[in-house]
T-cell receptor, first 115, second 110 residues
Framework: DARVTQTPRHKVTEMGQEVTMRCQPI?????VFWYRQTMMQGLELLAY????????DSGMPKDRFSAEMPDATLATLKIQPSEPRDSAVYFC?????????????FGAGTRLSVL | QQPVQSPQAVILREGEDAVINCSSS?????VHWYRQKHGEAPVFLMI?????EQKGHEKISASFNEKKQQSSLYLTASQLSYSGTYFC???????????FGTGTRLQVFP
């Protein structure tokens, strides 16, 4: 049963601390997306990669957020320093190679609380 | 740039029908529909490409009016399992990048 795996599922941290969220895309998928979901803003795209190369990170606050794909099986999203307004659910999604019309498969999410 | 969905919320009895609309201010390449149950991840329902195609998934179907930059999701004979929040995701070009709508919360009661 192929699925996108995100860790940790929950994270509580104090303001100013570094937070790292990890995502393992479905094997064979070459597109990875990071989203943030809040009640006020809904589901926002932060960044996405194709074949490990960043294509668009315009939705991400550059001064504190960074996204990388060290290899094809791991994507990371870091926040440093974290702030209370970063509290949200962060979803990772992966998609198969173009030709299967970009169906995105979402992971279970990381629920982040910054105190 | 975020597509607008209407209505914001729908309450149904089992067996009733509903329509959820998604409107964009920009020309669309494709529209995707996802359903998210409380505390879970969004799950893909269907995709519509420009050309006015209507796709179906069980008793859920959708249409895409390219000229009006709108898509509608039709839920027929609703079941309890249909409860959740429905999101449309719009693709402006063949980029794989989706912009998700404001969401429509659907509740189905026995």
């Amino acid at each position: 049963d192929a699925r996108v795996t995100q860790t940790p599922r929950h994270k509580v941290t104090e303001m100013g601390q570094e937070v790292t969220m990890r995502c393992q895309p479905i094997l064979g998928h070459n597109t990875v997306f990071w989203y943030r979901q809040t009640m006020m803003q809904g589901l926002e795209l932060l960044a996405y990669f194709r074949n490990r190369a960043p294509l668009d990170d315009s939705g991400m606050p550059k001064d504190r957020f960074s996204a990388e794909m060290p290899d094809a099986t791991l994507a990371t999203l870091k926040i440093q320093p974290s702030e209370p307004r970063d509290s949200a659910v962060y979803f990772c999604a992966s998609g198969p190679p173009t030709g299967a019309k970009n169906i995105q498969y979402f992971g279970a999410g990381t629920r982040l609380s910054v105190l | 740039q975020q597509p607008v969905q209407s209505p914001q919320a729908v309450i149904l009895r089992e067996g009733e029908d509903a329509v959820i609309n998604c409107s964009s201010s920009k020309a669309l390449y494709s529209v995707h529909w996802y359903r998210q149950k409380h505390g879970e991840a969004p799950v893909f329902l269907m995709i519509l490409l420009k050309g006015g195609e209507q796709k179906g998934h069980e008793k859920i179907s959708a249409s895409f009016n390219e000229k009006k930059q709108q898509s509608s999701l039709y839920l027929t004979a609703s079941q309890l399992s249909y409860s959740g929040t429905y999101f449309c995701g719009t693709e402006l070009g063949n980029t794989d990048k989706l912009i998700f709508g404001t969401g429509t919360r659907l509740q189905v009661f026995p």
